[in-house]
């Protein structure tokens, strides 16, 4: 249920309400000191969230769970690892604020190992391509 929040997420009101929806959820997924409901109400919706590159929600999700930042997907890859090949730097800039934790999560590898170093090395996603910053279009009709 958490997962489709994300979907509302827009600017003004809407990503307002909705980041306050999360508050909420994630203050009552807390409430209920499950593991399972972790699981299934907060793991999935940081790992989808992190692709989509909303990092008031990962944000959230870290605070209300810390041990969140250890989840991984189908790919062993974590949120930092699928930030990087999504190429969300507003959401890998949270590593800056773990502390010791940083250093661990850099040297983690996924399925195939590689690190954060391998995938920052591969080519960004075909959407983060095509996007020319307005001052290099410019410069190139000089």
């Known amino acids: 249920m958490l997962w489709r929040v994300l979907e509302l997420l827009g600017n003004g009101r ?5 980041l306050q929806l999360v508050k ?5 997924v807390r409430s209920l000191e499950d593991l399972k409901a972790y699981r ?5 919706p940081l790992l989808v969230e992190v692709k989509l590159g909303i ?10 769970f810390p ?9 062993d890859r974590n949120i930092f690892q699928l930030a990087v090949i999504k190429r969300h730097e507003n959401v890998f ?6 502390g010791e934790y940083k250093q661990y999560i850099t040297r983690l590898e996924d399925d ?18 095509n996007v020319v910053p307005v001052a290099a279009l410019q410069m190139q009709h000089v």
């Open 14 to 18: 809407e990503h307002d309400q909705a």
């Open 24 to 28: 909420y959820l994630c203050e009552q």
């Open 40 to 44: 299934s109400l907060a793991k999935r």
């Open 55 to 64: 990092r008031e929600i990962t944000e959230e999700i870290v605070n209300s």
């Open 67 to 75: 041990r969140a930042i250890l989840a991984k997907d189908s790919e």
């Open 93 to 98: 800039n949270i590593l800056y604020q773990m």
């Open 112 to 129: 195939n190992g590689n690190t954060l170093l391998h995938l920052v090395g591969n080519q960004a996603p075909i959407e983060k391509l």
